[in-house]
């Protein structure tokens, strides 16, 4: 598979942004290259995605987010106030061996997100 100029534009706005949509991705290309649409940056990404260079995640109910491979975390979003912390992948090592255990259920925990309340909110709620 050939490396186009689009595509490595794509690529390197993935890794300067470090977690990005497709929109946040075509606005950093366009920087540099006016012509390049959203719908050219949606086919690199997803041919990105299948060579193992980018992955995505869904932090929320909106657009994925895409990050270079190696870039490995648990995402932590806030649904109160859309924040997102992240997390070493160990952290769900426990869950890991257990779902292994029981179920035979390996685990990919390189990039996932969890949703819940962050720290703050629900300090928050709490003093309402």
Do not use: K, W
């Amino acid at each position: 598979m050939r490396m186009t100029p689009q595509r490595q534009l794509v690529l390197d706005a993935v890794r300067e942004l470090g977690h990005a949509t497709p929109e946040q991705v075509c606005r950093r290309v366009q920087g540099t290259a006016s012509t390049v649409n959203i719908t050219t940056v949606y086919r690199a990404l997803d041919l990105l995605e299948d060579l193992g260079l980018v992955r995505h995640t869904h932090l929320g109910h909106g657009a994925p987010t895409y990050s270079v491979e190696e870039h490995e975390h648990v995402h932590l979003a806030c649904h109160r106030c859309g924040r997102v912390d992240e997390v070493p992948c160990e952290m769900l090592d426990e869950l890991a061996e257990r779902l292994l255990r029981a179920r035979g259920f390996a685990l990919d925990a390189t990039h996932l997100a969890l949703s819940g309340t962050c720290r703050d909110c629900r300090s928050t709620e709490e003093h309402r």
